[in-house]
């Protein structure tokens, strides 16, 4: 069993309250390890922690330095890339393919773009004159980095990352349920060199660690990622100090589907959407949306395409799907698909928990479930589920397929299939969306904005955006001569 403390001042650091939780395999249902449970005696520890770093030589380390100490924490990703791999699937539930071949690379990513978006950024000079202007950017200080558990390592690199480039000092709350990356990301920083105190992790709970850390008066920026709910009460605590904030919140994703589509990608490209890493992604396209000539053929497709995926142990090569994060939160979708029923719905496939040997037999399991028949407007279709479970609607024409795509509450993503790429630009520019794929889905340019509208978040991240949320502008003004 191992064990999995806070890092504060750049070692490892017991529990203040001598509080541990279990970390349970979702495959399995098995105890595989234990985590500090932080509290807000933690949170002051790392916070001070942080506060030594930037008044010590982290504050006088130049772009070059900090861009090659995201270097060689690149690497150090690299060289223990089997490890996290493996740890990303064990505590996630998600198959060792899908973490070897999209998480880990993608936070390898994250710290050489953020280093090369470092050396190549440029500030603003004006001349007016009988004086010039120039802008710098300062760093925030203390910023607390809080993630979720789909895509842990991933998104914890994606905030860390560009706060390391700016100059901050990090304090970072992964979620309780995949804690193992990032203590690994914290050794990693410790052996690529970064001062004590400039990245630190405190484990735990929510409205314990968590709620702590956003409430702490010396805390400048909050950079958080998971559900709308949990969002709303970050920003109404962030706000009453005037703590800068981004918010990466939940979505309910359209894609829709016109009928003179190329048919066999858009039939793989948005099964991939609705199921990769279990529909666990807050961009997974969970709404399905199809022009009517073509939704008979596409939906007989895509079931067919559903009934295919292989279901069961993560560490296989062949698996397509692997378990869900928790058994509650199993609990979770299987109850929104009774809901479907209940609602009118017909479950074309799925529904159900697969059958499965021993040791998996006990995980946490669901089938990619395909749901015909659901009106637009129901909770099925319009509330997030974040598991394997999409619904499909036709439509008629391009004003309703646009009026059924925006009439939810939320506005992450969305994706456009079609070969007429002037409709495709007319639908992406009136789509309430903060990212629009014309077809493909999960395609990223690290250099454009990423975020959400409506109540998919606040804020965006991404290429300079992210180095502006992290840094202060300050402009300075000098009489010529």
């Known amino acids: 069993m191992q064990e999995f403390k806070h890092w504060i001042g750049g070692k490892p650091v017991d529990p203040h309250s001598a509080e541990w939780i279990d970390k349970v395999a979702p495959a399995t249902a098995q105890r595989i390890g234990r985590l500090a449970r932080g509290d807000a005696t933690d949170v002051a520890r790392a916070v001070d922690a942080a506060r030594a770093a930037l008044a010590g030589p982290w504050k006088d380390c130049g772009d070059e330095e900090r861009a090659s100490l995201c270097d060689r924490i690149a690497s150090g990703i690299e060289a223990r890339s089997d490890e996290l791999a493996r740890l990303e699937s064990e505590d996630t539930g998600k198959p060792l393919s899908l973490a070897r071949a999209v998480d880990i690379p993608r936070a390898v990513s994250n710290f050489r773009f953020f280093a090369s978006a470092l050396r190549q950024r440029e500030e603003s000079f004006h001349h007016m004159g009988t004086a010039f202007s120039y802008t710098l950017r300062r760093p925030l200080g203390v910023v607390a980095l809080i993630t979720p558990w789909n895509l842990p390592l991933y998104l914890l690199s994606w905030k860390a990352a560009p706060a390391l480039a700016m100059g901050n000092a990090i304090v970072a709350k992964p979620s309780e349920l995949t804690p193992r990356s990032a203590s690994v990301l914290a050794s990693i920083f410790n052996e690529a060199g970064a001062p004590a105190g400039v990245f630190n992790l405190v484990h ?43 918010l990466e919140l939940g979505g309910k994703n359209p894609s ?18 609705a199921f990769l ?37 993560p560490s296989d090569a062949d698996t397509n799907l692997g378990a869900l ?36 037999c006990d995980g946490a399991f669901v089938e990619p ?55 495709a630009h007319r639908v992406a520019a009136v789509l309430e969306a903060g990212l629009v794929w014309v077809n493909c889905w999960l395609v990223r340019d690290l250099r454009v904005p990423f975020g959400g509208v409506k109540e998919s978040g606040v804020g965006r991240e991404g290429g300079r955006w992210s180095l502006e949320f992290f840094s202060e502008a300050k402009s300075v003004c000098v009489k010529a001569g």
Request: net charge negative; glycine share 12%; aromatic share 6%.
């Open 325 to 360: 994060i928790s058994q509650e939160h199993r609990q979770r979708v299987e109850s929104y698909i009774a809901l479907a029923r209940d609602e009118g719905g017909k479950i074309l496939c799925g529904g159900g928990r697969p059958e499965l040997a021993a040791p998996f």
């Open 369 to 423: 479930t395909v749901v015909g028949g659901l009106p637009i407007d129901c909770r099925t279709a319009t509330e997030e589920i974040f598991g394997p479970m999409a619904t499909i609607h036709a439509f008629e024409g391009e004003k309703e397929a646009v009026e059924m795509a925006n009439s939810v509450r939320y506005g992450l993503s969305a994706s456009v299939w079609t070969q007429d790429l002037e409709r």
């Open 277 to 313: 890493n279990q529909g666990q992604i807050c961009l997974c396209g969970s709404r399905i949306l199809v022009e009517r000539p073509l939704v008979e053929r596409f939906t007989a497709a895509l079931v067919e395409r559903a009934k295919a995926m292989r279901i069961g142990d």
């Open 204 to 246: 735990g709970y929510g409205p314990e660690a968590g709620q702590a850390l956003v409430e702490h008066p010396d805390v400048a920026g909050v950079s958080f990622t998971g559900g709308t709910k949990t969002g709303a009460q970050v920003a109404a605590t962030a706000a009453s100090s005037f703590k800068k904030l981004s």
């Open 256 to 273: 829709v589907v016109f009928a003179d589509c190329d048919f066999d990608t858009t039939v793989d490209g948005v099964a991939r959407a």
